[in-house]
């Protein structure tokens, strides 16, 4: 087999570089380990950036999204038993965010993809890299998991295989450097068949821990506890996780939360991690493969998007004019922004979250930073502009 750019992972960055090149007339071939059922059934992300919203509108992918998502102005910070909304909308001269969640995106992008005739080989296994220091770099894997072994010839890869894939240990671990906190937390997600509980989401900082409700749909709803991340969610019975959400969302105007069947229910763990730098030859990283951010901020997929972005445009000038530039800068390029939204998850995630090490002197400063966030307009716009997503950077 051969292509121009071997592409492997279907996730958001995977299946959204394979559609910028084909709008760019350059071929590619995405592999990628899971079945199309099962990367179309995990629930994952669900805040969507302007710019990502926009990319997918203006690339033609943006159709189901714009009738089935939801538009959202604000966010609310809850604290001490009140609501404090951040009206992102008027801070940010008209941004605004969509929630949509990440499988349909993956959906839109899938059916897109083969609908122009692009090709997705699904199940593989036994994925390696090599020569990536040579002008023709290949993939080798099996088909159907531990089928017929095949070697993808191409001129460049891009590994958007997630945190665990293959492609970044390919790079020589001398050239590479990882920086990495693990946070002492995880997050329970749950998905609830219910109405909204609130037109916007609320994340919420409580004695008992942090609480985030988010929603999917006017009938399916997701939330979320902070826990810690060796539990085991066969210790979560639905009447405790109704409880602690009850408590942590409990404000003293008598909101209340509407509950509904749990559907669906896991513990992730968090952590803020960047590999630098993200290529290595003719070998590129892009979103979770190079980067991770707590989803406090809800960055992760907007950076994968992002990334893709810059390779998109570098491959774009290479095969038109052989310039080689901005594929060198790509790195670079792309870590400035990753920087950016490693720091605003950071501070989200900080701000937010009980931290059971915290002295008496820090949860009162924790509370003072959201009493300023929420009382200064300053510091409501820095908020805002990085919630949306900043500009991009080329
Ligand atoms: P993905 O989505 O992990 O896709 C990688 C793909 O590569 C495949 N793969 C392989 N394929 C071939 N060979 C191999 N050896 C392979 N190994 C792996 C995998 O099967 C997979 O299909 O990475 P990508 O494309 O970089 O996208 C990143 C995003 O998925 C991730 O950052 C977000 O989900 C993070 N995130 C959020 N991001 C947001 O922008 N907004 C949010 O609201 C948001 N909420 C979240 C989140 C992540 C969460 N979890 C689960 C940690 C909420 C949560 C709870
Ligand atoms: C989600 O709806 O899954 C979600 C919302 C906001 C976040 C993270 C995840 O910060």
Same mark, same amino acid.
């Given at each position: ?12 960055? &995977?299946?959204?570089?394979?559609? +910028? ?16 059922? *099962? ?16 990319? @997918? ?6 159709? /189901? ?15 001490? &038993? ?26 839109? +992008?899938?059916? %897109? ?37 095949? *070697? ?47 037109? *916007? ?9 942090? %609480? ?8 399916? $709803?997701? @939330?979320?506890? $902070? ?21 942590? +969302? ?27 730098? @993200? ?49 060198? /800068? ?35 400063? $924790? ?22 997503? +900043?500009? @991009?950077?080329?």
């Amino acid at each position: 087999m051969r292509t121009q750019v071997g592409i492997i992972g279907a996730g958001p960055a &995977g299946l959204m570089l394979s559609h +910028l090149l084909h709008l760019r007339g350059i071929e590619s071939i995405i592999i990628e380990s899971r079945t199309r059922e *099962e990367i179309e059934g995990t629930i994952r992300a669900g805040v969507l950036e302007q710019g990502t919203v926009d990319l @997918m509108n203006e690339t033609g992918v943006g159709g /189901r999204m714009m009738r089935e998502g939801h538009f959202h102005h604000g966010i609310e910070l809850r604290f001490n &038993g009140r609501g404090h909304r951040i009206d992102v909308h008027e801070l940010t001269e008209g941004k605004r965010v969509t929630v949509y969640a990440q499988h349909e995106v993956i959906k839109d +992008l899938i059916d %897109a993809r083969l609908k122009a005739g692009g090709e997705i080989v699904f199940h593989v296994g036994e994925v390696s890299l090599h020569d990536l220091d040579t002008s023709s770099p290949k993939i080798r894997f099996r088909t159907n998991k531990n089928g017929e072994c095949q *070697e993808l010839r191409c001129d460049f890869i891009a590994g958007c295989d997630g945190f665990h894939g293959p492609s970044r240990p390919s790079i020589p671990g001398r050239v590479r450097k990882e920086y990495q906190k693990r946070y002492p937390f995880g997050w329970l997600g749950i998905l609830i068949e219910a109405p909204p509980s609130s037109p *916007e989401l609320i994340y919420a900082n409580h004695e008992r821990g942090f %609480a985030l409700v988010s929603t999917r749909s006017p009938e399916i $709803q997701r @939330m979320y506890l $902070q826990v810690d991340p060796q539990d085991d969610i066969a210790n979560w019975s639905d009447d405790r996780i109704w409880f602690e959400l009850h408590e942590r +969302l409990s404000t003293r105007d008598g909101w209340t939360l509407i509950e509904g069947p749990i559907i669906q229910k896991n513990i992730v763990a968090m952590r803020s991690f960047v590999c630098e730098p @993200m290529q290595y030859g003719r070998l590129f990283l892009a979103g979770d493969a190079a980067h991770i951010v707590p989803p406090t901020g809800a960055k992760g997929l907007n950076l994968a998007v992002a990334d893709v972005q810059v390779l998109a445009r570098a491959l774009d000038a290479f095969y038109k004019s052989g310039k080689t530039e901005w594929l060198e /800068r790509y790195s670079e390029t792309c870590l400035r922004r990753v920087w950016k939204a490693e720091r605003f998850s950071w501070y989200m995630t900080s701000m937010l979250h009980r931290h059971h090490d915290h002295s008496p002197l820090e949860r009162q400063l $924790q509370l003072a930073e959201l009493e300023y966030v929420t009382s200064s307009r300053a510091a409501a716009t820095s908020l805002a502009e990085n919630y949306v997503g +900043l500009p @991009m950077e080329w």
